[in-house]
């Protein structure tokens, strides 16, 4: 039981927490350094350097830092995290609160002198004082001739709100990590699918039993043909094939629905629809690859002894070469080639758009967490002040403390009792007129 107690108050301890924190922060930024979630082939290219000679990308594998935030020590350390912000929310906090709300009345000169602030004034009465702090928002408990007065709790909550949208984040981030997933898929326009390829998956995720559809894909060029920007317009679908919601996407604008985002990551040309002799119409399959840092889409054209079709975009201009690499011609969309007695035209291309599906239903806790984060960071700046009155003859003790802006608390002090001085001036006066 003692050992349960000790171990309980470590965990309160303010500078374990911040350890932990320190240590989560710098192996987020690790995993910022390393690239996450790539192939063992990207890592052995990347990352081929020897530590006490063992290869880098060895030990980027075996420790798991490719996928940090999804490892079981990295999430083991969220959770010894989150315990320590419990205990010190628990153990620390709400007592400090309760403290707070409590009023507690000094009578003692002595108590007077510990505050931060002290005075003696000498005066009959107390009540211009005490209108001065009510008009101050300040709340007055009274016993007998012994003034408690107190505002700005709420800056003493603002420190538990801070703990708790942490919690908020951790547990959502926790969420994440053992349900969200990352899927990757490249389909042609006018198809549906479901998501399958998918490249992580963690102990309870989930896919949803919904469909997509690609209804169409286009890109805009700029006026030198550079690419500006590709879209696809995507459709949801049940499993009685109703459309559930539909939108166009493109680079940053994600479709969100049910937890998964879907992101236009890239696009290719992987085929060809041809007309041959006006009669039959097929389609032809592209290859990819770079040439100078540029996309080459290549394909030969049957029963044509070997002629091979090239583009470089996806604007419709064509060049054709025969079977030695000499160049023949060019050829639009929609145009006749003659080639071997045999009549081709160049109906459209097909077209496959590269989307990448994430899910982490743990961001709208992580989005919650941070706001009221936000909120109780501004809260935190309420100051908590206090102050105390002692009537004794004609003398009245004053004093007071606040954990922050003390010389404004000071100045407030101030005015009220210049405030008082000045009533009790101008009474004297009407009192000698009177006379």
């Known amino acids: 039981m003692k050992l349960r107690i000790n171990l309980i108050k470590y965990f309160a301890n303010l500078k374990f927490a911040i350890n932990i924190l320190i240590l989560i922060a710098s192996l987020s930024i690790l995993g910022t350094i390393i690239e996450q979630e790539q192939t063992i082939d990207f890592y052995k290219e990347n990352y081929p350097q020897q530590i006490f000679n063992i290869y880098s990308w060895k030990f980027i594998l075996q420790f798991g830092l490719d996928h940090i935030f999804r490892t079981g020590w990295f999430i ?8 320590s912000l419990s205990c010190c929310t628990f153990l620390q906090q709400f007592p400090i609160l309760n403290r707070a709300q409590k009023y507690f009345f000094y009578k003692k000169k002595i108590q ?16 211009n004082i005490i209108t001065q702090l009510k008009l101050k928002k ?45 899927a990757q898929e490249f389909v042609p326009k006018t198809e549906n699918f479901r998501v399958q390829n998918i490249l992580n998956t963690n102990i309870a995720t989930y896919i949803p039993k919904t469909s ?11 006026k030198n043909s550079i690419i500006n920007q590709f879209y696809s317009d995507l459709s949801i ?11 166009t996407i493109s680079v940053n604008k994600p479709l969100k629905y049910d937890s998964m985002n879907y992101y236009q990551t890239d696009w290719n040309i992987i085929g060809l629809r041809i007309k041959i002799n006006n009669k039959i119409i097929c389609q032809i399959p592209y290859l990819s690859t770079k040439n100078f840092q540029k996309d080459i889409w290549f394909t030969w054209f049957p029963n044509s002894n070997g002629t091979s079709l090239l583009i470089n975009n996806m604007r419709g201009i064509n060049a054709t070469y025969d079977q030695l690499g000499n160049f023949l011609s ?27 599906i994430k899910s982490d239903p743990g961001i709208p806790l992580i989005y919650f967490g941070f706001g009221l984060l936000l909120i109780s960071i501004f809260l935190s700046y309420r100051s908590f002040s ?11 003790l004053i004093g007071g403390q606040t954990n922050r802006a003390q010389l404004n608390f000071e100045k407030e002090i101030l005015e009220i009792i210049l405030s008082v001085k000045d009533n009790y001036k101008i009474r004297a006066e009407r009192l000698e007129l009177s006379q």
């Not at 997509?212 to 700029?222: A, L, M, P």
């Not at 206090?386 to 009245?396: A, G, M, S």
């Open 330 to 356: 060019y050829v639009d969309m929609g145009e006749e080639y003659n080639i071997n007695l045999n009549n081709f035209e160049l109906i459209e291309f097909i077209i496959a758009t590269g989307l990448q």
């Open 237 to 247: 679908i049940n499993n009685s094939g109703t459309e559930l919601t539909r939108k």
């Open 76 to 83: 083991f350390i969220l959770i010894l995290f989150g315990n």
């Open 212 to 222: 997509t559809r690609v209804n169409d894909f286009w890109i805009t060029y700029k």
């Open 386 to 396: 206090q102050i105390w009155l002692h009537q004794k003859n004609k003398n009245i």
């Open 112 to 127: 007077y002198k510990r505050l931060t602030l002290n005075s003696q004034l000498k005066y009959n009465s107390n009540g």
């Open 138 to 182: 300040y709340i007055v408990y009274q016993q007998k001739n012994i003034f408690y007065c107190y505002k700005g709790l709420i800056g003493r909550i603002a420190p538990i709100l801070v703990h708790i949208s942490l919690l908020i984040i951790l547990i959502g981030t926790f969420i994440g990590s053992i349900s969200g997933f990352t």
